[in-house]
């Protein structure tokens, strides 16, 4: 059974910071896609972020372009999301997801594994 969890989420100020955690309990978590999506309340899921397998190309939504980057590191099977520059359409839930098979994609339909989400709220 494969495990994602998320850490890191909590309230900040406008132009503050959070980085979010999302540790696997799989050994072949070098060998997915991940990606963040965030919900906000009455909203459907969305894309925010994810990197390649290879760990070579990373993927934004424009909104947070320039603001988030997010990274991995292989040792420790955990993918990141550094949020700078926190908006309050920032505030949602945000899960991690993590993709077996395939290219990056930017629904959530394809991706095989899911964290229980972490809340982040900016207040203005």
């Known amino acids: 059974q494969v495990q994602l969890v998320e850490s890191g989420g909590g309230l900040v100020q406008a132009g503050g910071s959070l980085r979010l955690s999302c540790a696997s309990s799989?050994?072949?978590?070098?060998?997915?896609?991940m990606a963040w999506f965030r919900q906000a309340p009455g909203k459907e899921r969305e894309f925010v972020a994810a990197i390649s397998r290879n760990r070579i190309i990373t993927y934004y939504t424009d909104s947070v372009k320039g603001r988030f980057t997010i990274s991995t590191n292989n040792a420790k099977n955990t993918v990141y999301l550094q949020m700078n520059s926190l908006k309050p359409e920032d505030t949602a839930v945000y899960y991690c997801?993590?993709?077996?098979?395939?290219?990056?994609?930017?629904?959530?339909?394809?991706?095989?594994?899911w964290g229980q989400g972490t809340q982040v709220t900016v207040s203005s």
């Open positions: 997801a993590a993709q077996a098979v395939g290219l990056v994609v930017r629904t959530p339909g394809p991706y095989d594994y």
């Open positions: 799989s050994r072949t978590f070098d060998n997915w896609n």
